[in-house]
């Protein structure tokens, strides 16, 4: 059996090292991460050309079962996957983490995209620490704030005029988060709502801190594909197609 993980994110990787004594898997990573931790099994890189590629591809190779478990923001390949899934008439499953949910002592500020998030800075205060990613900084760049910047790989312009980059890769520590907090005096986070373990230290150190957090929600995704919460219950639904 051929399994298709398209994702590079820790759930796909673990399920990669899950499912690799049992089946062939490849593994297809988006390419934008300069160095990424790769997982076990076949890896491709790059795009696939649309759902009509991804269809190509998944008949050329074999494939016969494929799981979206790209990152939650990763709004147009699981799109894609669904069309070619259908196209193709392979079963497809989507692994998706569940999000965050605000705890009491959160103070968050939702937005529904990262325009929004940069209109919410408004009085919110000086210095920002924000964790959207690389990509998209564009929105942020007539911001009059100070921010921080964190991102694996380093970001292009156009940015804010008063940025700082810090290249960092998770998971991250409460201790660590803590620390950055305090250390470069931030007063706001914004962040997506990526839903993952290793990120959300910085929630908790921004509520003990009493600062405001500005989450970006996720965007829509298809509502006609089987899911799965965790590794674990995707790696059993493979086990039960075969």
Same mark, same amino acid.
């Given at each position: 059996? +051929? ?8 759930? #796909?990787?673990? &399920? ?6 049992? =089946? ?67 079963? &497809? ?30 009085? &919110? ?49 409460? +201790?660590?988060?803590?620390?950055? &907090? ?15 373990? =290793? ?5 908790? !150190? #921004? ?24 590794? !674990? ?10």
């Amino acid at each position: 059996m +051929h399994v298709l993980i398209l994702g590079g994110t820790a759930e #796909a990787r673990a &399920l990669a090292g899950l499912l690799c004594p049992h =089946a062939r898997v490849t593994s297809s990573l988006a390419g934008r991460v300069a160095n990424p931790r790769l997982p076990e099994g076949e890896v491709r890189i790059g795009g696939f050309g649309g759902p009509d590629g991804l269809a190509r591809w998944i008949d050329e190779h074999g494939v016969d079962r494929v799981i979206d478990a790209t990152h939650p923001f990763a709004e147009r390949i699981s799109f894609n996957a669904a069309a070619a899934a259908a196209t193709a008439h392979v079963p &497809l499953l989507a692994l998706r983490r569940p999000g965050w949910v605000p705890v009491e002592g959160d103070d968050w500020r939702e937005a529904g995209s990262l325009e929004e998030a940069a209109a919410a800075l408004d009085g &919110l205060g000086e210095r920002v620490f924000l964790t959207t990613g690389r990509m998209g900084l564009s929105v942020f760049a007539d911001c009059p704030q100070q921010f921080l910047v964190r991102s694996v790989d380093a970001p292009e312009p156009p940015m804010p005029a008063r940025t700082e980059v810090l290249l960092d890769r998770g998971p991250f520590t409460l +201790h660590g988060e803590r620390e950055l &907090l305090r250390s470069h005096r931030i007063e706001v986070l914004v962040t997506k709502d990526s839903g993952a373990a =290793a990120t959300a230290p910085k929630l908790q !150190a #921004a509520r003990e801190a009493g600062i405001p957090v500005v989450v970006v929600r996720r965007p829509p995704a298809p509502q006609d594909v089987e899911t799965a919460a965790s590794v !674990a219950e995707a790696a059993a639904w493979v086990m039960r197609q075969d």
